[in-house]
T-cell receptor, first 114, second 111 residues
Framework: EAQVTQNPRYLITVTGKKLTVTCSQN?????MSWYRQDPGLGLRQIYY???????DKGDVPEGYKVSRKEKRNFPLILESPSPNQTSLYFC?????????????FGQGTRLTVV | RKEVEQDPGPFNVPEGATVAFNCTYS??????FFWYRQDCRKEPKLLMS???SGNEDGRFTAQLNRASQYISLLIRDSKLSDSATYLC????????????FGGGTRVLVKP
């Protein structure tokens, strides 16, 4: 079954404690990205990657890091989380070889930073 | 101005009625267009792609107007299960295949 898997689904942490949200896809997609969703602001792209070892900033990259060492994995790293990073996070992947490609999303990670 | 704009709603729709709403985009070079559906705080899922000639999938019809830079979604014979947020998504491939999302239009279908 084609899927994007994020972990954890829910996380409460304290300010400044480094955390990683994992994302894995089994569709051999080249393109992966991270979004955050906040009320009234919709989905905003944090970082994206067009292939292994190729990453770039999205619209709201401050306070986040990513890596793409393998094609299937695209972890999101918060080195020093702050309360304004409390949000719902989605990882997504899609092929760049197919026209009008569908993006597949993970189930989301609800992060609370206190 | 936001790159992709939608009326946030909510659109309160009687069961069985027709509802339609639009999405405007600012980048005239945008190349692919989609409607995604998102249920309350769950992941977005593709509803349908939007093609230049317009396309239909059951009770759902999508239209693209490149001259005026908007896409539309029409839902006929609304069902209670159509209650969701509908996200307009634009792919500007020259920007690295980035998907730009509208803020979503909330639709509430009531008995």
């Amino acid at each position: 079954e084609a899927q994007v898997t994020q972990n954890p689904r829910y996380l409460i942490t304290v300010t400044g404690k480094k955390l990683t949200v994992t994302c894995s896809q089994n569709m051999n997609h080249e393109y992966m990205s991270w979004y955050r969703q906040d009320p009234g602001l919709g989905l905003r792209q944090i970082y994206y990657s067009m292939n292994v070892e190729v990453t770039d900033k999205g619209d709201v990259p401050e306070g986040y890091k990513v890596s793409r060492k393998e094609k299937r994995n695209f972890p999101l790293i918060l080195e020093s989380p702050s309360p304004n990073q409390t949000s719902l996070y989605f990882c997504a992947s899609n092929s760049i070889r197919v026209r009008d490609t569908e993006a597949f999303f993970g189930q989301g990670t609800r992060l609370t930073v206190v | 101005r936001k790159e992709v704009e939608q009326d946030p709603g909510p659109f309160n729709v009687p069961e069985g009625a027709t509802v339609a709403f639009n999405c405007t985009y600012s980048n005239s070079a945008s190349q692919s267009f989609f409607w995604y559906r998102q249920d309350c705080r769950k992941e977005p899922k593709l509803l349908m792609s939007v093609y230049s000639s317009g396309n239909e999938d059951g009770r759902f019809t999508a239209q693209l107007n490149r001259a005026s830079q908007y896409i539309s979604l029409l839902i006929r014979d609304s069902k209670l299960s159509d209650s969701a947020t509908y996200l307009c998504v634009v792919n500007f491939k020259a920007a690295g295949n980035k998907l730009t999302f509208g803020g979503g239009t909330r639709v509430l279908v009531k008995p």
